[in-house]
Nanobody, 123 residues
Framework: QVQLVESGGGLVQAGDSLRLSCAASGRTFSSYRMGWFRQAPGKEREFVAAISWNAGNAYYADSVKGRFTISRDNAKNTVYLQMNSLKSEDTAVYYC????????????????WGQGTQVTVSS
């Protein structure tokens, strides 16, 4: 059974930073791409960032490029999302996901999901 557990969310002010973590178990972590998505109230779940199995490639949504950094530690089976210069529009539940399909920026490219962690940015 694959399990992804996010942590690190919270309530911060605009301009602050947060680091999200996602601990994985149940499959060979280092063999799969990892991604972060987010879902704000009343909106579709959207792509935030992804990182290839060996961390050789990283991908970002335009809305977070230059502010967020995705990284992974395969020895710890953990993927991170460093979020800097947070804005109120970053408020959402953040989900990590694991997958290998070609659709890097689509939910269809991932087959396992965590339960999510809430990030709230007050302005």
């Amino acid at each position: 059974q694959v399990q992804l557990v996010e942590s690190g969310g919270g309530l911060v002010q605009a301009g602050d930073s947060l680091r999200l973590s996602c601990a994985a178990s149940g499959r060979t972590f280092s063999s799969y791409r990892m991604g972060w998505f987010r879902q704000a109230p009343g909106k579709e779940r959207e792509f935030v960032a992804a990182i290839s199995w060996n961390a050789g490639n990283a991908y970002y949504a335009d809305s977070v490029k230059g502010r967020f950094t995705i990284s992974r530690d395969n020895a710890k089976n953990t993927v991170y999302l460093q979020m800097n210069s947070l804005k109120s529009e970053d408020t959402a539940v953040y989900y990590c996901a694991s997958g290998s399909a070609l659709s890097i920026r689509s939910k269809m490219g991932y087959d396992y999901w965590g339960q999510g962690t809430q990030v709230t940015v007050s302005s």
